[in-house]
C-alpha cells in the first residue's frame, strides 16, 4: 500500500481534493440525497469489493484497477469528510445559530 | 455524526468525475507500473545464480520463472521477489535444473572446429570452459552444445580446464569425462603430442582417473628420394635425434658415391623401436636402385623404384627383409631399368673409369671382403659391363706401400678375385673376367701421404 502511495501519489492528491470539493458542496446542496435502502447497498457492495480486494482474487491487471480504484475512493471518502465538515464550520461561524 | 451521514447522501455527484479520474489513472499507470515492478523483481532476483529467468508482470502480480542450480537457491530468488515492494503475488514457476547422471562432458575436434559439449554446472563455468576453449585454440572455431545440469563431481571445472588444454595437442578426436572418468580418443596433431597429452593427464585434479587414452600418433615418416636428373638424394621427415641425424647422412655420403645428399630431417621424439638399424640398410637397397623411394612410416618401409639388372631386383626384393628389427614390415616394389643400349669397348672402358673415379669399392679394412656400402657403385659397374657384351675385363687389384709386398700382392688378388665373384654372382659369365693384383707397383699417387695412400688402395675396370 505504501508503495502504492508514493507511486500514485498525484492521483490520489486529486481524489482526495475532488472529495473536498464534493464534501463542500454537499452541505449546502438542496437536492435529494441517496435513500438509505439504496445507502445500505452501496456501502455492502463497496465491503464486498475491499473483500476481494483483501482477498486478492481479483488476478492480474483487473485485480490492480480494483485496488487503484478502492484506495482512490477510500481518499475521496476522506476529502468528503474533510470538505463537508470545514464547510458546516465555516457556515456557523459566519451565521450565528438562530 | 448524525449531521456527517445527511452530508454523505449528497456526495455522490462527485463519484461521477472520481470515476473518471480512476479511469484515467488506470489507463496511464499500469504500463509504467508493470516496468518498474519487472525491473524491481529482475533486481531482487539477480543475486542468486539462475538460468533461463522471465520475469512477466501483469497488474501487480508477477510470474516468475527460472531454473535454479540449488533448492536453497531457488528459494530465496522467490522469497526475494516476493520481498519487492508493490508485489502483490508472485506466481511461482521456478524449478531446480535436471540432475545429469552420470554427469558427462565432452570436447570434441574435426578439422575446422572445437565443439563443447554435454554438460556444464553454472553458467559461469560455462563460459569460463568456452573463453579458454578460445584462448587455447587461437583462431579455431568453438561450438558451444553445452547444456547446464546439476550433479557435476567436485573440481569438475579444473578438470574440464585442463583438458581443454589437450584438445589444442590433438588433429582430430574427443575427450570426454563422464562423472570422475576421463576417456580420450583421436589422433595427435604433431609427433610427441600422444606423449605430452599423457605427461599433461597426470596433472587431472584428484578423484578423476584416464579409463581410456586411445590417442594415437601421426606416422613418423622418414622419406628418402634419389633423383637421377638432379643427381640427388633428398633425405625428408623425421630422425630420433641429432646422433642417428649425422650417423644416417654419413651412411647416405657413403652408400651414394655419385649423388648430392639433400638433407631436409628434423629430429623428433615418437621414432619406432629400432628406426637407426632399419633405415640404414633401407638406404643401401635404395642406394641401388637408378630411380627410386623410400618411405618408413612407423615400422613399415616401402621401397619402389628401378633396379639397374634383373638379379638386383630379386636381391633387393627378398634380402632386405632379414635386415630389419622384429616388427618391421617391408614391401619392396621394384621394376628394371630398360637396358641400355651396348656400346663399343672404348665407351665402355670410359664408363667404368668415370664410375671409378667417382666412386671407390670399399672393402673392410685389410680383408677381401666388400663393404655393403659399395652395392650401389657395384651396381653401376654391373649394368655398363652388360652394356659391353662383347668385352674382356681384367678387375685389376691394387694396394698402398704399407706393409710387405707379398702381403699386399695376396690381399689385391683376393681383393679383384672377390670383386670378380660378386658380378659372377650377378649373373655375368666368368669367362669374361680376369682378376689380377698388383700389389703396390703401380702407384697412381704418391705413397708418402695418407691421401695418396688411400688413391692407391683401388679396384680397377681394364678393357681388353
Not at chain 2, 574435426?110 to 556444464?120: P, Q
Not at chain 2, 646422433?243 to 647416405?252: D, N, P, Y
Not at chain 2, 642406394?287 to 618401409?301: A, F, M, N, P, Q
Not at chain 2, 638386383?312 to 614391401?331: H, M, T
Request: net charge neutral.
Amino acid at each position: 500500500m505504501a508503495y502504492l502511495a508514493m507511486f500514485h501519489w498525484g492521483w490520489l492528491l486529486g481524489a482526495l481534493l475532488l472529495g473536498l470539493v464534493a464534501g463542500w458542496i454537499a452541505v449546502v446542496q438542496r437536492g435529494r440525497g441517496v435513500s438509505k435502502v439504496t445507502a445500505r447497498w452501496l456501502a455492502v457492495l463497496v465491503a464486498a469489493l475491499v473483500a476481494a480486494a483483501l482477498a486478492r482474487i481479483v488476478p492480474g491487471r483487473p485485480g490492480y484497477w480494483l485496488d487503484l480504484g478502492l484506495v482512490m475512493f477510500a481518499l475521496y471518502l476522506i476529502g468528503c469528510a474533510l470538505g463537508s465538515w470545514l464547510r458546516d464550520r465555516a457556515l456557523s461561524r459566519h451565521t450565528p445559530p438562530a | 455524526m448524525q449531521r456527517l451521514f445527511r452530508w454523505s447522501s449528497k456526495w455522490w455527484p462527485g463519484l461521477i468525475p472520481l470515476v473518471i479520474l480512476w479511469a484515467i489513472a488506470a489507463w496511464s499507470t499500469t504500463a509504467p507500473l508493470e516496468a518498474d515492478l519487472a525491473a524491481q523483481s529482475a533486481a531482487a532476483s539477480n543475486d542468486t545464480v539462475l538460468d533461463k529467468r522471465r520475469i512477466e508482470v501483469d497488474g501487480r502480480d508477477v510470474t516468475f520463472a527460472a531454473d535454479a542450480f540449488s533448492e536453497d537457491g531457488r528459494r530465496s530468488a522467490v522469497a526475494a521477489v516476493k520481498a519487492v515492494p508493490g508485489v502483490r503475488l508472485v506466481n511461482d514457476e521456478t524449478r531446480l535444473v535436471a540432475e545429469a547422471k552420470p554427469f558427462v562432458w565432452s570436447a570434441g575436434r574435426d578439422v575446422v572446429r572445437v565443439t563443447l559439449g554435454g554438460s556444464a554446472p553454472l553458467p559461469a563455468s560455462k563460459s569460463k570452459l568456452l573463453d579458454a576453449a578460445r584462448a587455447a585454440l587461437g583462431g579455431v572455431e568453438v561450438v558451444d552444445q553445452m547444456n547446464l545440469a546439476r550433479g557435476a563431481p567436485p573440481r569438475f571445472e579444473s578438470a574440464a580446464l585442463l583438458l581443454i588444454d589437450q584438445i589444442g595437442k590433438l588433429k582430430d578426436g574427443k575427450i570426454t569425462i563422464s562423472d570422475t572418468q576421463v576417456s580420450l580418443a583421436g589422433m595427435a596433431r604433431d609427433l610427441g603430442g600422444r606423449e605430452a597429452i599423457a605427461a599433461g593427464l597426470k596433472n587431472l585434479p584428484e578423484g578423476f582417473s584416464v579409463v581410456a587414452n586411445d590417442i594415437k600418433a601421426p606416422p613418423y615418416v622418414f622419406q628418402a628420394y634419389k633423383d637421377p636428373v638432379a643427381v640427388t638424394l633428398t633425405l625428408t621427415g623425421y630422425v630420433p635425434d641429432n646422433a642417428v641425424h649425422a650417423a644416417l647422412v654419413a651412411a647416405a655420403g657413403r652408400k651414394f658415391f655419385n649423388e648430392k645428399v639433400v638433407d631436409n630431417l628434423k629430429a623428433s621424439v615418437g621414432a619406432p623401436g629400432g628406426f637407426a638399424a632399419a633405415v640404414a640398410p633401407a638406404l643401401g637397397a635404395l642406394s641401388r636402385l637408378s630411380t627410386g623411394t623410400l618411405v618408413v612410416s612407423d615400422r613399415e618401409v616401402n621401397l619402389s623404384g628401378d633396379a639397374f639388372y634383373d638379379a638386383a631386383s630379386l636381391q633387393i626384393r627378398n634380402g632386405l627383409g632379414k635386415d630389419f628389427p622384429q616388427g618391421w614390415q617391408y614391401k619392396a616394389d621394384i621394376s628394371v631399368k630398360p637396358a641400355a643400349a651396348p656400346v663399343d669397348a672404348t665407351v665402355c672402358q670410359q664408363l667404368f673409369s668415370d664410375l671409378l673415379g667417382k666412386g671407390k669399392i670399399l672393402f673392410e679394412s685389410g680383408r677381401a671382403t666388400i663393404d655393403p656400402d659399395s652395392a650401389g657403385l657395384l651396381d653401376r659397374l654391373i649394368e655398363t659391363a652388360l652394356r659391353c657384351p662383347n668385352a674382356n675385363i681384367e678387375i685389376a687389384g691394387h694396394t698402398d706401400a704399407d706393409g710387405d709386398d707379398a702381403s699386399n700382392q695376396a690381399l689385391s688378388e683376393k681383393r679383384a678375385q672377390a670383386v670378380m665373384d660378386y658380378l659372377v654372382k650377378a649373373g655375368l659369365p666368368a669367362d669374361r673376367f680376369t682378376a689380377a693384383g698388383y700389389g703396390s707397383t703401380r702407384p697412381v699417387a704418391s705413397n708418402d701421404t695418407d691421401e695418396g695412400k688411400a688413391q692407391n688402395r683401388r679396384i680397377e675396370f681394364v678393357v681388353r
